[in-house]
């Protein structure tokens, strides 16, 4: 038997297995390809960009490892995102921050980018298919400190603000370019070390900031609004802590950005999901997995993801939620770690549409506790393998493991000759 006879024959088994479960797998694998994940362009070259080379990732975040072949070069990044792109089922976007601009030698300051320092990205993007989202970058600048948007010194505060009122215009230019809006992402490491003396006082100071940001409207752009725990260094208190930003997304309807690294590590992310669509207009995921603290480790398919994944599907969310990937690994190789981590988040986005929902539901109107928990249990063992692997060859990128000898090779060719 061919390797393509083996997919085929394995999946029409499965197919019948889930229709006996009341599951199209069809219909799964259809709603699966609509769903475009946002890559985020950092993983390529740990989270560098092309403003200060050779400047220190600052913000609280750090990348561990120094596996050979970062990308250096705006060239070297776009080859690899799309290397790690033809290993990835589906049409996805790309996630740009600040300092990926195509700044050409010109030493722009970040309250003086424009969106001409983003049209190759756009051109690009449109050639290859890739729509744009946008991120502002407070981390990696003299002025970064430990205080942005939050800071008392309104030169240092204002200096932040024209920043972010700029990447949202820039955002914006983005979303009309390729006709789809752009979701424009704002984290900002502010915090401190310490316990302050005031933890309001800089709250309502970035509440204010926030304001003057948003105050301009824009239709082909999103603003999400990222929380955090703690960063490194500035352990004990986050300005734009989760509640902060709840607060504010609920009350003047911004999307709050969930990134599963950034809570407490028995929290759960998928029960934020219900709650928060009923109260903010819609979601920006970052898809992370952190090991003991916000590490950045690989996205695996692990309970987190697959828990996830399942609240946005039995929500029926899948138009209100937006599926962005954040995580930089620098101990292995960075195309691979795209390829994984992107394959992990769809597997579960399978998994969760290829769920028995009616039935469990069923199950739960008739008040019969003992069916649902055992038909939850026999869904997991359920052949959902096959169907990935009929999506993959559908979808014309490598099934099962083949990808690996590929990055091998690209890694042989390309990326180990980067010194
Ligand atoms: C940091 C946030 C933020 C960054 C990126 C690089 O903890 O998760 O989203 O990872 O913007
Ligand atoms: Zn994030």
Not at 162 to 186: F, V, Y
């Amino acid at each position: 038997m061919t390797k393509e006879t083996v997919i085929k024959q394995a999946f029409e088994i499965a197919a019948e297995r889930y229709a006996a479960v009341g599951v199209d797998v069809n219909k799964a694998m259809e709603q699966l390809g609509k769903l475009s994940l946002s890559l985020h362009c950092w993983q390529a070259d740990d989270v560098t960009g092309f403003e200060n080379q050779g400047g220190s990732l600052t913000g609280g975040i750090q990348v561990t490892g120094n596996y050979p072949g970062r990308a250096r070069t705006i060239e070297e990044l776009r080859q690899d995102i799309l290397k790690a792109k033809s290993f990835i089922p589906g049409t996805h976007r790309l996630s740009l921050h600040e300092t990926y601009g195509d700044f050409q030698g010109e030493r722009v300051d970040r309250n003086e980018v424009e969106p001409r320092h983003f049209a190759s990205w756009m051109e690009w993007g449109k050639e290859h298919n890739m729509k744009l989202d946008f991120n502002s970058t407070s981390f990696s600048h003299p002025k970064s400190g430990n205080l942005t948007l939050a800071n008392p010194d309104k030169a240092i505060r204002d200096f932040w603000i024209e920043h972010t009122k700029r990447c949202r215009w820039i955002s914006n230019e983005m979303g009309k370019a390729q006709g789809d809006p752009a979701m424009m992402n704002l984290w900002i490491h502010d915090g401190s070390k310490e316990v302050p003396a005031s933890r309001l006082r800089y709250r309502q100071i970035l509440e204010q900031s926030l304001d003057e940001i948003f105050a301009t409207k824009y239709d082909w752009m999103k603003d999400c609004i990222e929380a955090k725990l703690f960063g490194i260094g500035l352990e004990s208190y986050t300005v734009g802590s989760y509640d902060f930003y709840l607060g504010y997304g609920a009350k003047k309807q911004k999307i709050v950005t969930l990134d599963t690294g950034h809570f407490h590590l028995t929290e759960s992310i998928a029960d934020k999901v219900s709650a928060l669509l009923l109260f903010t207009p819609e979601i920006m995921l970052h898809v992370s997995r952190p090991i003991r603290w916000d590490s950045d480790h690989v996205v695996i398919l692990n309970d987190d993801v697959m828990d996830l994944a399942r609240e946005i599907i039995r929500c029926d969310a899948l138009d209100r939620v937006h599926v962005g990937l954040d995580y930089f690994d620098a101990t292995i190789n960075r195309i691979g770690a795209y390829v994984v981590g992107s394959r992990a988040t769809q597997k579960a986005f399978l998994l969760a549409l290829l769920e028995p929902i009616q039935l469990l539901r069923q199950y739960e109107d008739e008040d019969k506790g003992f069916e649902r928990l055992a038909l939850q249990e026999e869904a997991k063992s359920l052949p959902w393998g096959a169907v990935w692997d009929m999506f993959c060859l559908q979808q014309g990128v490598p099934v099962g493991e083949s990808f690996i000898a590929e990055i091998e090779k690209y890694e042989a060719d390309v990326t180990s000759k980067r010194k």
